[in-house]
């Protein structure tokens, strides 16, 4: 499964950016999509996922009632709709694959895109 990020930029605070990552390969063996995201000096931290069949969700805490994932299966295209964002939310986004789990953590994803910069100014 190959996976490509993209629609990262720089915005204010209180702005909107929509991530996608558009999924290629042998998309029928994935279960889980994921977005994380690292800051400078930080660990990979999750940001939210969505099951790829039955687009269940869950978000962090820290983006609840800001982002939203979605999907769109017949593009095999993972969205993040990014609203309100802070400069807290500054970090280069991934976004991940698994096979197998419904998880937050980033060391049980198989595959991951290259990451798009994302920059939010106070």
């Known amino acids: 499964v190959q996976l490509q990020a993209s629609g990262g930029g720089s915005v204010q605070a209180g702005g909107s950016l929509t991530l996608s990552c558009a999924a290629s390969?042998?998309?029928?063996?994935?279960?889980?999509m994921g977005w994380f995201r690292q800051a400078p000096g930080k660990e990979r931290e999750f940001v939210a996922l969505i099951t790829w069949s039955s687009g269940t969700t869950r978000h962090a805490d820290s983006v609840k009632g800001r982002f939203t994932i979605s999907r769109d299966n017949a593009k095999n295209t993972v969205y993040l709709q990014m609203n309100s964002l802070k400069p807290e939310d500054t970090a280069i986004y991934y976004c991940a694959a698994d096979r197998t789990f419904w998880t937050t953590n980033p060391r049980e994803y198989d595959y991951w895109g290259q990451g798009t910069q994302v920059t939010v100014s106070s």
């Open positions: 390969g042998r998309t029928f063996s994935v279960y889980t």
